[in-house]
């Protein structure tokens, strides 16, 4: 069983950075896609950032723009989401996600593991 647990939500002004982490368990996830997706309340899941565990291959969504950057750990089993130039419409509750398997997935249903999330507020 795959476990993810995120942290280091908070509240930010507009400009500001963050870097989120989720420490992921439970498996060997040197074939394993891990992903951040956002959800503002009432709206749908949004995809963020991907990254392919073994190769470090990164992928962003359309929004991000070069602001946010994926990145991994190996050795602690941890991964990143350092966001720059933080804007209020950026405020959401950010989960990790992993599906044990390589690929391009941007969407929720690609994922089997969930984290719980973790919340980001970013004031103007």
């Known amino acids: 069983q795959v476990q993810l647990v995120e942290s280091g939500g908070k509240l930010v002004q507009a400009g500001g950075s963050l870097r989120l982490s989720c420490a992921a368990s439970g498996r060997t996830f040197s074939s394993a896609t891990l992903a951040w997706f956002r959800q503002v309340s009432g709206k749908e899941r949004e995809f963020v950032a991907g990254?392919?565990?073994?190769?470090?291959?990164?992928f962003e969504g359309d929004f991000v723009k070069g602001r946010f950057t994926i990145s991994r750990d190996s050795a602690k089993n941890m991964v990143y989401l350092q966001m720059n130039n933080l804007k209020p419409e950026d405020t959401a509750v950010y989960s990790c996600?992993?599906?044990?398997?390589?690929?391009?997935?941007?969407?929720?249903?690609?994922?089997?593991?969930w984290g719980q999330g973790t919340q980001v507020t970013v004031s103007s």
């Open positions: 996600a992993a599906v044990l398997t390589m690929g391009w997935y941007i969407r929720p249903s690609d994922y089997a593991y």
């Open positions: 990254i392919w565990w073994s190769l470090g291959f990164t």
